[in-house]
């Protein structure tokens, strides 16, 4: 089984809104990824968690704020975001951070108002 | 990652096999090539990934030539499901995968 999920498929918020995205997967994988991917574009790492801890951030503003409660569970916790920020957010695990084949969710397709 | 060029779109005929190349000349001895395809408005999925030697799998088959600057990506048989956005790459990283424009392979009926 190499299945990621990632719940909503679709979100649409306000500029003033929180929400948060989920991620999760069952293959004991120990590493967990966020990119961004906007229309057209191709994806874009975000974020990488290694055995639970942030490892990477590449230079993501602060409204963007990742968490890992478990090793098989990842969260994007959204706030104050602007329309910019609209896109479609993939979660990837890997089985570690180390070149390690990667693991893609369907996505969250997201839209700021 | 090792640069890697890729042409930005390719059409096959169904039943047909696909050959999708990549050119990576500036790969490192210990770097993999990895193909991802991207079918529209779903998440990457992972296709195939070899170092030295031609790999095959059930969705593919991966062949590196010698020198390791090029590589081709074969669907043996093209459906139009195969009909997708195909990113070579080749990571330098421990953890990232920077993924470049790809491929457009249209399959036609």
Not at chain 2, 49 to 58: A, D, F, Q, R
Request: charged share 20%; proline share 7%; net charge positive.
């Amino acid at each position: 089984d190499t299945e990621v999920t990632q719940t909503p498929k679709h979100l649409v918020m306000g500029m003033t809104n929180k929400k948060s995205l989920k991620c999760e997967q069952h293959m004991g994988h120990r590493a967990m990824y966020w990119y961004k991917q906007k229309a057209k574009k191709p994806p874009e790492l975000m974020f990488v968690y290694s055995y639970e801890k942030l490892s990477i951030n590449e230079s993501v503003p602060s409204r963007f704020s990742p968490e890992c409660p478990n090793s098989s569970l990842l969260n994007l916790h959204l706030h104050a975001l602007q329309p910019e920020d609209s896109a479609l957010y993939l979660c990837a695990s890997s089985p570690r951070a180390v070149r390690d084949t990667q693991y893609f969710g369907p996505g969250t397709r997201l839209t700021v108002l | 990652d090792a640069k890697t060029t890729q042409p930005p779109s390719m059409d096959c005929a169904e039943g047909r096999a696909a050959n999708l190349p990549c050119n990576h000349s500036t790969i490192s001895g210990n770097e993999y090539v990895y193909w991802y395809r991207q079918i529209h408005s779903q998440g990457p999925q992972y296709i195939i990934h070899g170092l030295k030697n031609n790999e095959t799998n059930e969705m593919a088959s991966l062949i590196i030539t010698e020198d390791r600057k090029s590589s081709t990506l074969i669907l043996p048989h093209a459906t139009l499901r195969d009909t997708a956005v195909y990113y070579c790459i080749a990571p330098r990283s421990n953890y990232k995968l920077t993924f470049g424009k790809g491929t457009l392979l249209t399959v036609n009926p």
